[in-house]
């Protein structure tokens, strides 16, 4: 998927004062470490889609523990090398977690207050996972074109109640927190219905067309049941989601015939109908959250100020916001005209390079790893589109991954014959993922001759218009 979990900001933990019920504790021992420390991952908010990261030194026996400052329930993960699995955590939980690095899922063992909310919450996940893999296998037998409306709607139906009975079955097993029980429950449901939502703009968008995306009768139909108003569910990430998936179904049915919008237009439509179609002004500002942190992904933060402003004057979590701030300025940093950061890596070869080598060259800047499936997609095309300029020493085509493995980086390189120079800074919380805000991939950018940023979210090689983009930025 383009989208990977989005490492946009860590916040390390100093010297605290914590009061009573404003924090859990999470410790354990993890066998055979390979890692020097354990990361737990939550997001503070259901709107920003900001991650806060602890980070807990594993010391040579394989113990580790840190404190999670939460003040309400919150969804995230834990993560050891490459490797990650879901957690849920309240104020006041103290886990024990342990593992081993070697054998990572099948090892993950919790206890302590809140364990049985977390053993619930990752053999959910685990069961789940392998279903939609099993689905995903059974939809890659026919094309994606070809799906009847009708048919995915069934589909779903039957999803919530497959899952639902599975949610109700690790219930009696594992007799969690109430709370959890319907916090799960409502995140499977709305996680379907904002898929559900989506679907028409993915199809279209798989069958290549420039056209808004018409929504049949059992997808309009499936929308007017659907809940708005649930204040409750502000905190819910996957209900958020879902408020501004529906927005963009608002946007595209009141268009007129033969009407497009810009990217631009298509937020200053969803603040419109956030204020019509949300009345709770908790979730307005929830939903803002959310479009705020998608316009920043895309590094086009200037469309979404008139939200951020509002955002930041009437939100409580002070944290948060400061949190915002960082990054909307990060952003700033990589506007069109700014100067791009200069980076030093290592080619194929072990030989550095830097960003600065090519100056007086037109960069096209691609990031990417050989674990994505949409960037491996690309690069048949990339191929294709480096020949159409293979004459030209006026432009480089860079490409740089952000695999932890590298030895399987040279590999697929190698295999595939994958033109163009390649570098490596491995990790997802390399210092370039953040200087260049890299929060899901493929990533591209074009970078001008002199240095400076053309174009912070470039089209990709698959993409008819990109050689007319890098054309019009050669001339």
């Known amino acids: 998927m383009r989208k990977f979990s989005s490492l946009l900001f860590i916040l390390f933990l100093g010297q605290s004062l914590y009061s009573f019920n404003d924090y859990a504790v ?22 920003s889609g900001l991650e806060f990261v602890y980070n807990a030194p594993i010391d040579p026996d394989g113990y580790f523990k840190t404190f999670v400052d939460i003040e309400f329930p919150v969804i995230g993960y834990f993560k050891i090398g490459s490797m990650a699995s879901p957690i849920y955590l309240q104020p006041n939980d103290s886990i024990f977690l342990q593992l081993d690095e070697s054998n990572f899922k099948e090892s993950i063992r919790f206890s302590g207050n809140g364990s049985e909310n977390l053993m619930m919450y990752t053999q959910y996940f685990r069961v789940s996972e392998n279903a939609s893999k099993a689905k995903l296998n059974q939809a890659e037998t026919k094309n994606f074109t070809d799906v009847n409306d009708e048919e995915f709607i069934h589909a779903s139906d039957s999803f919530i109640r497959a899952n639902t009975h599975l949610i109700d079955s690790l219930k009696n097993i594992y007799h969690p927190a109430s709370e959890f029980y319907s916090y799960l429950k409502t995140e499977m449901y709305y996680r379907n219905a904002e898929q559900v939502v989506s679907f028409p703009v993915m ?31 502000s905190r819910q990430p996957d209900y958020i989601k879902f408020l501004n998936s529906t927005l963009t179904y608002f946007v595209i049915t009141s268009l007129q015939p033969n009407e497009n919008i810009s990217y631009e237009e298509l937020y200053v439509r969803k603040y419109t109908f956030i204020q019509q179609k949300i009345q709770s002004r908790r979730l ?101 589109l480096q020949k159409k300029f293979s004459g030209d020493k006026n432009i480089v085509f860079l490409f740089v991954s952000i695999d932890d493995d590298e030895k399987k980086w040279k590999q697929i390189v190698k295999e595939r014959n994958l033109t163009g120079t390649h570098l490596i800074s491995p990790g997802r919380n390399s210092a370039i993922v953040k200087q260049y805000n890299v929060v899901s991939i493929p990533r591209h950018y074009i970078i001008s001759k002199d240095g400076t940023i053309l174009d912070a979210n470039a089209s990709g090689p698959s993409d008819k218009n990109t050689e007319a983009l890098i054309r019009k930025y050669l001339n």
Do not use: H
Request: aromatic residues 10%.
């Open 284 to 384: 307005q500002l929830a939903v803002m959250g959310a479009l705020i942190s998608e316009a920043i992904e895309i590094n086009q933060a200037n469309f979404v100020q008139k939200m951020y402003d509002e955002f930041i004057k009437e939100t409580a979590d002070i944290v948060l916001a400061n949190a915002l701030k960082d990054k909307m300025k990060q952003v700033s940093s990589l506007a069109i005209g700014e100067k791009a950061t200069n980076f030093i890596l290592t080619d194929i070869n072990g030989k550095k390079v830097s960003l600065s080598d090519f100056k007086g060259k037109l960069i096209y800047l691609d990031f990417w790893a050989t674990w994505c499936g949409p960037c491996m997609m690309e690069m048949p095309k990339s191929i294709e």
């Open 203 to 233: 199809k279209n968008y798989m069958m290549k067309l420039n056209t808004p995306p018409s929504y049949s009768k059992p997808f309009t139909d499936f929308i007017s049941k659907q809940n708005f108003k649930d204040e409750t569910l």
């Open 26 to 47: 999470i410790s354990g021992r993890v066998k055979n470490a390979q890692s020097k420390e354990l990361s737990i991952v939550i997001y503070r908010d259901a709107s």
